[in-house]
Structures are given as C-alpha cells and as structure tokens.
C-alpha cells in the first residue's frame, strides 16, 4: 500500500468552458520514508501539485480529474471541513 498515490490526476484553472489545464495525467506513488524531488522550469507546475495534493487551490482552480490517495483513502472524497480536521492539520 503507498502512502500516496496519485492516479490520472489533471487541474485546470477558470470555468468549464475556457478551462486552461496546467496539470495533465499525474501519476506517482510515494511509500511511507520515501522522498520525491520535483524540478522543472518556472510555470511548469511543481506549486499546482502541491497544492492540489493539499487542497489549497485558489477559487478558479478545479481538480478536473483523476484521484489522490493517502493512506489506501480517497482523500477527494472527503469535505473540505473533514480533510482540514482529518488530514492537513495532523503530524
């Protein structure tokens, strides 16, 4: 079981019809100890990542697609109040 994993995970940014998608088919597992370097150019998307794997995306960014799974959970599946009290603010 990975302690993360993202599956088919894609971000766009504006409304459904003049969507721009920043982030296309996402895939990677992480196991519990392990470490991921992410490197890329200036607006490649190394911040959207991150913060669609937390949740802290600005009004006009929508995850379009795919899952993120902590723990064997679905963690989209969660509310916003529930991934706040559950997830982002343990240690």
Known sequence: MAFLELAGV???FGQAGSRTEVL???DLSLEEGEF????????SGKTSL???IMRLLPRNGRLVGGSIRLRDEDIGALSDEEFRRRIRWTG
Do not use: D, E, Q, T
């Not at 991921?36 to 607006?43: E, K, P």
């Open 10 to 12: 894609c971000k766009g």
């Open 36 to 43: 991921l370097a992410i490197v890329g150019f200036s607006g």
């Open 50 to 52: 991150a913060a669609s």
């Open 24 to 26: 296309r088919n996402i």
